[in-house]
């Protein structure tokens, strides 16, 4: 008696089960199609443009030494 009533708990869960997900892909099934079918607006990639800055040399303050020795041409 307990196996039939376990089965019969089982199967209406079941059934349940499989009515609801029926229920819900029936009640969105339009709104799957789209996200589906949904192509995204393509967007233009952002242009940075850099200003490359290269400051000028600037003398030196204090005179370079200038190397004497057997070396120095």
């Known amino acids: 008696m307990f196996a039939i009533v376990a089965g ?5 869960a079941f059934i349940l089960a499989a009515f609801v997900i029926v229920m819900m892909l029936a009640a969105y099934r ?7 079918l949904f192509e995204p607006i393509p ?3 952002p242009v940075y443009t850099l ?3 290269r400051p000028r040399m600037v003398p030196a303050l204090r005179p370079i ?8 041409a």
């Open 65 to 72: 030494a200038r190397p004497s020795g057997a070396l120095a």
């Open 43 to 45: 967007q233009t990639a």
């Open 30 to 36: 339009d709104k799957m199609i789209a996200a589906l």
């Open 51 to 53: 200003r490359v800055r």
């Open 8 to 12: 019969l708990v089982f199967s209406a």
